[in-house]
């Protein structure tokens, strides 16, 4: 299994990013997929999830902001950020759903909000 995210950079308060997550090693449409962030001396937290029968939800602090997405034909998830503040500065992760016993990581990918 793997998964590699992208997309991360900096972008100004209220602007947009868009991160993707290429997954390989699994059969990506029989999985829920995921969404986290962490932030410096924060633990990781979920920010979305996108379940098998692409069914969606998302914690309060970027609900109607965020928006995840799946390409079950490519393999590829995706986060739209819309309205970024600067609390939403982390390193942002997708994961999988358990995989056997065990949930899947990708090398994560910084998003900085700031001006």
């Known amino acids: 299994v793997q998964l590699v995210e992208s997309g991360g950079g900096l972008v100004q308060p209220g602007g947009s990013l868009t991160l993707s997550c290429a997954a390989s090693?699994?059969?990506?449409?029989?999985?829920?997929m995921s969404w986290y962030r962490q932030a410096p001396g924060k633990e990781r937290e979920l920010v979305a999830v996108?379940?098998?029968?692409?069914?969606?939800s998302y914690p309060e602090p970027v609900k109607g902001r965020f928006t995840i997405t799946r390409d079950n034909a490519r393999s590829m998830l995706y986060l739209q950020m819309n309205s970024l503040k600067p609390e939403d500065t982390a390193v942002y992760y997708c994961?999988?759903?358990?995989?056997?016993?065990?949930?899947?990581w990708g090398q994560g990918t910084q998003v900085t909000v700031s001006s």
């Open positions: 994961a999988t759903s358990p995989i056997g016993f065990r949930r899947y």
């Open positions: 090693g699994f059969v990506f449409s029989r999985y829920g």
């Open positions: 996108s379940s098998v029968g692409s069914s969606t």
